[in-house]
């Protein structure tokens, strides 16, 4: 058998698809874990990385005197599976494969997956061939030449991977441990630091210092506007930026009548093609278009794997001798862009451009299929159009200019104005990402006179360097060697995950700020590049096989070792400085009812809220929504009428929810409710307000003195306001409730959203579960839900609010399980199943189950039934069974239904008996019929 191993599900699907040819890819799972089967071969997904590099057992506690984190640095480390039911699942293929080939992505971290399912595979067959398959594009063409020629596994490149992985643990846990340990800072509050990730943010709070530093100098520009042919056209004055004013002033002065044309000076421009996309290029281009450098990734990724572009992660800008660029073009000819694409056909260039890297990895990113805007998604397709449109650029011809520049004079003062023609667009005419903006001016000639309709003088001032945009990071961060092209991205999207950087243009939150300076100024070699860039010089020579894995290793933990030096030395200062610095990062501004301080407090488990510095004095407070919806942190903009700092909600993977002023977004999240207390009307709501009373639950759980002095109301309108406030509230937590049962119930889609629905239902009177389980199927579909959907989701809002109901007369939980498990659905199916039969369901004594029915019956505000003695109820079983043709089951559901007994059939209601207990009514005439004649014959016999 035939084990191939790719690097995910998806491509392990795609390349058995492209293998087979013709013949039918069965998809089996194990475990959950896909396999795709074809002939004698089985292709298997891993996840990534299915092990991970961790330390030995013992280093688990961060408090530990013995393994501090020093010790880190010199701590032995071992390999911990992460994903044990694909290991399990390669290792079981692997020991009846005659021949295993490793599929994984072709760079330093692909070859290092690949090497870790090599282990997996050694490990329970020694002695199976082993071989690798190198590509660049999952498509038929470059599958079909790779697995024709397998070649090793690079161990060189895997080392240098094994190397990066180790580095980067004992770099950042030693260094996170020791910054979190010192500011007494843990759980999800604690101060990462990294190999990479800490120059990076360097370089942010640099900038921010850069900006904050910038003295702005005034300037002034001189231009005037003349006419020729009824066209206006703006000339600048020669000098450009003026520094001193009065010199700025004299030259407007001396500007005077005519404009003389002193010179016309025309040519033409090369605008040459660009060159091919390697992974920053590609980032910073995508970034154009309104894409973070994380997202760009994902999409390129999920675009390669689908067999629509070539590999992402690539340094080349040369495209290799061996890329067939015509069977790209025929084979993107049947894209939705085939005009272009024949265009280039006829106009294309001699020889592709070429960019100044160039490797033998992977090509440049390039287009290898065909999509579709519907087959893809708007994104993804935009992402397709880019790369695209990028490889047929590089195909097209330079775009020409015909240039234009234009001298002029007036009273003694020198003026230009320069326009631009595009005589052949080149290029542009398939790439409309760089816009190509043509100036035309009019014709001019030498001494030509014109008139000055206005002269400009613009009083300006310098501006400060930009901040640092994602694309302009990971570029700077190349130039620098931070990182590699796979992780430039990682590491600014977990700057922010860390809540350490914040918005586009990137810049530092107060907690990165102060955790960089802490070390710049007690052990700057962490956060300078020059410390990264020796590492990865490293990494470079263990791919070329120049340095071993263990040397680069150990040079490592010496230069992390001297870093602690420094640290260590001043652990108390470097903690002291960040816990007083951070604590103002959670402050928010001035409480409003006692004047105290409002901050954010995180607590365990979920929970966060603002209180007061004053507590227990001050019990003002805000709630936040618990931290599954994002960590709560402070933004620098302040509320112009609080006066307090906005709030904002961070989540890794997710878009910043922006709260704003936590005090308006409290104020106006309860007004609505506030309302529906009766008594509550304008003037009251302001009164309450201006007191700090903003909710439906502070009213309901104020005194009636307390509140009657605070609103200034007579004591009984308090009380009614109070218990008005009592009655809102509940129906607020049974609104919750219902929001909550439609949340666990109902499938998110696009376009219905949960408040959608809670405000169609409450049209129609739904808004509580209660009502949900007496609503119709009719109603739930008007409210947007689908006809299947709506009929289980009334069962399920049925068995609910009735298990509910059971539950709030009383009966023990053990006992309520059993009830609910024998299908007892609520009260009132309680008391008509009848005491024997819950009896027969359940296991449990008729007694016990007696003394339940008087729990229901008091909370139903009925008769407790009287208890029937075992003897009485088996002597009427017996009776019962006695009548000619009565089974067993029918006299359970008689009892069931308190028929206990001859006399009883006698005198019940058949058609009131037949519906409680689905006995046919006939028959039961039938029965009443032959007890009658029964209990005749006995008095005869009497």
């Not at 999800?188 to 910038?214: A, H, W, Y």
């Not at 009824?230 to 009065?246: L, P, S, V, Y």
């Not at 084979?331 to 265009?343: A, E, G, H, L, Q």
Request: glycine fraction near 8%; include cysteine.
């Amino acid at each position: 058998m035939h084990l191939i191993v790719a690097e995910k599900n998806i491509s392990a699907h795609r390349i058995a698809q492209i293998l087979a040819g013709g013949t039918r890819v069965i998809e089996k799972k194990d475990a959950g874990v896909s396999t795709y089967s074809f002939g004698d071969t089985i292709t298997v997904g891993l996840r990534g990385h299915v092990v991970e590099v961790d330390f030995e057992p013992g280093y688990e506690n961060w408090r530990s005197e013995k393994y501090t984190p020093r010790s880190l640095i010199d701590a032995k480390t071992i390999k911990v599976p992460t994903e044990k039911r694909i290991v399990s699942l390669v290792q079981k293929l692997a020991r009846h494969a005659d021949r295993v080939t490793i599929a994984t992505d072709f760079d330093t971290e692909g070859e290092l997956i690949g090497k870790e399912a090599y282990e997996l595979v050694r490990a329970v067959n020694k002695n199976v061939k082993i071989d690798r398959a190198r590509f660049s594009a999952i498509t038929a063409q470059e599958i079909g030449s790779a697995f024709a020629n397998t070649t090793d596994l690079d161990f060189a490149l895997a080392a240098a991977g094994e190397a990066r992985q180790s580095i980067d643990l004992m770099w950042g846990a030693s260094l996170t441990r020791f910054i979190s340990l010192a500011a007494k800072r843990g759980g999800n509050n604690i101060l990462s630091v990294g190999r990479v990730q800490s120059p990076t943010l360097s370089m942010i709070v640099d900038r921010e210092k850069e900006i904050e530093k910038f003295v702005p100098e005034k300037y002034w520009q001189l231009g005037l506007l003349t006419e020729k042919a009824g066209e206006q056209i703006e000339a600048r004055h020669t000098n450009g930026r003026f520094k001193d004013q009065k010199a700025a002033e004299l030259a407007r002065d001396r500007t005077k009548e005519p404009l003389v044309v002193t010179e016309v000076r025309e040519g033409t421009k090369q605008d040459r093609s660009p060159s091919p996309f390697d992974t920053t290029t590609y980032i910073v281009a995508a970034a154009r278009l309104g894409f973070s450098a994380a997202n760009a990734m994902r999409i390129a990724e999920e675009l390669y794997m689908n067999g629509y572009i070539s590999y992402p992660r690539t340094d080349n800008t040369v495209y290799p001798a061996s890329l067939d660029l015509n069977g790209v073009l025929a084979t993107i000819r049947n894209s939705p862009f085939t005009k272009d694409v024949d265009w280039i056909i006829s106009h294309r260039r001699a020889e592709p451009t070429r960019g100044k890297k160039s490797s033998t990895d992977h090509p440049p990113i390039y287009p290898t299929g065909v999509a579709t805007r519907e087959g893809i998604g708007d994104d993804a397709f935009r992402i397709y159009e880019l790369v695209l449109r990028r490889f047929l650029a590089t195909l097209a011809p330079d775009a020409l200019w015909k240039t234009l520049k234009v001298n002029f004079e007036a009273g003694g003062e020198t003026y230009t104005v320069t326009g631009g023609l595009l005589l052949e667009p080149g290029w542009h005419a398939v790439y409309p990402f760089s816009e190509a903006k043509e100036t035309i001016l009019p014709a001019f000639v030498t001494g030509e006179k014109l008139p000055i309709r206005k002269v400009n003088l613009e009083e300006k001032e310098t501006l400060p360097p930009a901040r640092y945009t994602q694309s302009k990071l990971i570029q700077r961060m190349e130039e620098l060697g931070l990182g590699t092209k796979s992780t430039r991205h990682e590491v600014i999207a977990r700057l922010v995950s860390r809540k350490y950087i914040e918005g586009n243009p990137l810049r530092p939150t107060l907690v990165g700020r102060v955790v960089t300076e802490a070390l710049e100024q007690n052990a700057d070699t962490i956060t300078k590049p020059e410390m990264t860039q020796t590492i990865e010089s490293h990494m470079q020579q263990i791919k070329e096989s120049k340095r071993t894995r263990d040397d680069v290793i150990a040079e490592s933990r010496s230069m992390l070792h001297k870093a602690f030096d420094q640290l260590e030395a001043n652990e108390q200062v470097i903690g002291n400085d960040i816990r007083d610095r951070t604590a103002e990062e959670l402050n928010l501004g001035r409480c409003p009812a006692c004047g105290g301080t409002l901050a954010i407090k995180h607590m365990r488990g979920s929970t966060q809220f603002i209180g007061c510095s004053r507590y227990p004095e001050c019990t003002f407070n805000i709630g936040l929504p618990v931290t599954q919806w994002g960590w709560a942190v402070r933004t620098d903009d302040i509320c112009d009428k609080h006066h307090l700092h906005f709030v904002r909600l961070v989540r890794k993977g997710a878009r910043p929810w922006d709260i704003g002023c936590p005090l308006c977004h409290h104020i106006s999240s309860n007004a609505e409710s506030l309302t529906e207390i009766p008594s509550m009307d304008e003037a009251l709501l302001e009164k309450a307000r201006s007191k700090h009373i903003y909710t439906v639950a502070e009213i309901a759980r104020s005194e009636p003195d307390a509140l009657a002095k605070s609103l200034d109301l007579p004591l009984e309108k308090a009380g009614k306001l109070k218990s008005e406030a009592g009655i809102v509230l509940e129906k607020l937590r049974r609104r919750s409730e219902c929001r909550k049962f439609l949340r666990n119930h109902l499938i998110p889609r696009k376009g219905r959203s949960y408040a959608k629905i809670m405000e169609a239902l409450g049209q129609s009177g739904v808004t509580d579960l209660a009502s949900l389980a007496h609503a119709t199927p009719a109603t739930l579909q008007q409210a947007g839900i689908g006809e299947t959907e709506a009929r289980d989701l009334l069962t399920e809002a049925r068995l609910t609010h009735n298990s509910q109901l059971l539950k709030g007369t009383g009966i023990p939980a053990v006992s309520l399980k059993k009830y609910l498990e024998a299908g007892v659905s609520g009260p009132e199916d309680f008391v008509s199943t009848g005491a024997e039969k819950l009896a027969t369901l359940t296991g449990m004594s008729t007694g016990t189950i007696n003394r339940h029915l008087a729990l229901v019956c008091e909370y139903l505000h009925r008769p407790v039934p009287l208890a029937v003695p075992k003897a009485k109820l088996a002597k009427g079983r017996k009776e019962l069974l006695s009548v000619k043709g009565l089974a067993a089951t029918t006299a359970d559901k008689l009892i069931g239904a308190g028929v206990i007994s001859g006399d009883l059939l006698l005198a019940a209601d058949t058609k009131k008996l037949a519906a409680s207990t689905g006995i046919d009514e006939e028959k039961l005439r039938g029965y009443q019929a032959l007890m009658k004649k029964k209990k005749e014959n006995a008095i005869i016999r009497i």
